[in-house]
């Protein structure tokens, strides 16, 4: 299967040889050709499939082929993403592709000044990226209308629920026309994906790849069992031993990011944070540095690193496994792009065992955890590991939504 034998227009052909992708992921193959027939689909894919370009270039493909006979001015496609991040990589990608044509694009988000924004809208926009929250401003102050829409795409639906936007995304549905072609991309097609999904599409073509381990399986994955107490020595070690540059690290909360890449930087590695309470100007600028290797680590939360794009980025290191096991695809997912390999290494506390457990469950897959020489695990780790005197999923878990620790504390006998 060629880009060729989807029927693409040639400026996006030229486009595409130009960035040397030569055949189609699967979930191109997959969703093109429906997306081009003007049906409206719910697809399964993860960040790292070339999910973006699955929805750009069949939409674009439309907007060329009608620009080229009867130009109308106003946004006709609408790509809704979680995050600031994905909305600049979405946008940077659809720039990309429809070099050469007289499409534009435009990129709305939170975090940064409304007025550049407002001042691009208003030079011409076709395709508009945004994030909920400014889409609506811009809505509600009537700087835009989305009249002509004809087709949009909720990128990350699963994100979206995730971080709470299912009553934004029911206030923007009116503003949309009723005839539209909807594309609704997520990582899991669960029950919520589906039920939310229900409030705006009926007759969507399922679109599922084989994608669930499609990350997995080009990555190296290695685990460490290490003390919490020791892991950010260990990353250190790991980071300065081996030589590795561009390392993307993942811990579960901001302050702890922020704590980790002070630590890191105590140990002479280059390292910054990057999470939802930094300006959209300070993320950007670690994150152009990190891209020119000017830093060797950036720690980020799992929802600052959705968006983050670079090619080649060999190493990914959860410092913290997280809560949820789909978020170690989503991470592990940042190295390994399509189809490159790509390393990552999982620091893991005896406590996070039942974390692990969870991963190996929806990848169908047992790790052999490793010990790192000189990051050897305690006595006391290695008895609870053995003893398997693990605490109980839900506890903790509550305990790490609430903020609140409700065991009780035990008695020494
Ligand atoms: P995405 O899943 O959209 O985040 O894309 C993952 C990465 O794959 C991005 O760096 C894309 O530039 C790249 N990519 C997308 N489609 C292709 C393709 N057909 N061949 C090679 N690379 C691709």
């Not at 709470?164 to 994906?193: C, H, V, W």
């Not at 990353?235 to 980790?260: C, M, P």
């Amino acid at each position: 299967m060629s880009f060729q034998s989807l029927g693409l227009h040639p400026k996006l052909l030229s486009a595409l040889h130009k960035k040397a992708y030569n055949t189609p992921t699967p979930i191109q193959t997959a969703a093109i050709p429906l997306v081009m027939n003007k049906h409206d689909i719910m697809a399964g894919a993860q960040t790292g499939t070339g999910k973006t370009a699955a929805f750009a270039l069949p939409l674009l493909h439309d907007l060329i082929t009608n620009a080229d006979n009867h130009p109308l001015p106003g946004i006709k496609v609408l790509v809704l993403t979680p995050t600031r991040e994905l909305a600049q990589q979405v946008h940077s990608s659809f720039v990309e592709y429809s070099t050469g044509s007289s499409i534009q694009c435009v990129a709305t988000y939170g975090g940064a000044s409304i007025n550049p924004q407002i001042e691009k809208l208003s030079a011409g926009c076709e395709v508009l990226v945004a994030t909920p929250g400014r889409l609506l401003e811009l809505l509600f102050k009537q700087l835009i209308h989305l009249d002509d829409v004809k087709a949009w795409v909720l990128d990350e639906a699963d994100r979206m629920l995730d971080m709470g936007f299912m009553p934004d995304i029911k206030r923007i549905l009116p503003y949309l026309p009723q005839n539209k072609q909807t594309l609704l991309f997520s990582a899991t097609l669960n029950k919520e994906i589906t039920g939310f999904s229900n409030l705006f599409m009926t007759k969507a073509k399922l679109v599922e790849v084989d994608n669930r381990n499609a990350s997995a399986d080009k990555v190296e994955q290695t685990i460490y069992q290490v003390d919490k107490a020791q892991k950010s020595a260990a990353l250190s070690y790991l980071i300065g031993s081996r030589n590795w540059h561009q390392v993307l690290v993942f811990t579960r909360t901001k302050i702890g990011a922020d704590e980790l890449a002070k630590e890191m930087k105590k140990d002479g590695i280059t390292a910054q944070s990057i999470h939802g309470d930094k300006s959209q100007g300070a993320r950007e600028r670690v994150l152009a540095d990190f891209k020119e290797r000017k830093i060797r680590a950036l720690v980020a939360t799992d929802v600052a690193a959705r968006g983050i794009d670079i090619e080649q980025l060999e190493y990914v290191v959860n410092h913290e496994l997280p809560y949820n096991a789909e978020d170690y695809i989503h991470r592990i997912g940042r190295t390994g792009r399509a189809g490159a390999a790509g390393l990552a290494v999982s620091l893991v506390a005896s406590k996070e065992q039942y974390l692990l457990k969870d991963i190996e469950k929806l990848l169908g897959i047992n790790f052999m955890p490793q010990w790192l020489e000189g990051f050897e695990p305690s006595q006391d780790a290695i008895e609870q590991e053995q003893n398997k005197r693990k605490p109980s999923k839900k506890s903790l878990r509550n305990k790490a939504l609430s903020g609140k620790d409700n065991r009780k504390p035990r008695r020494r006998r």
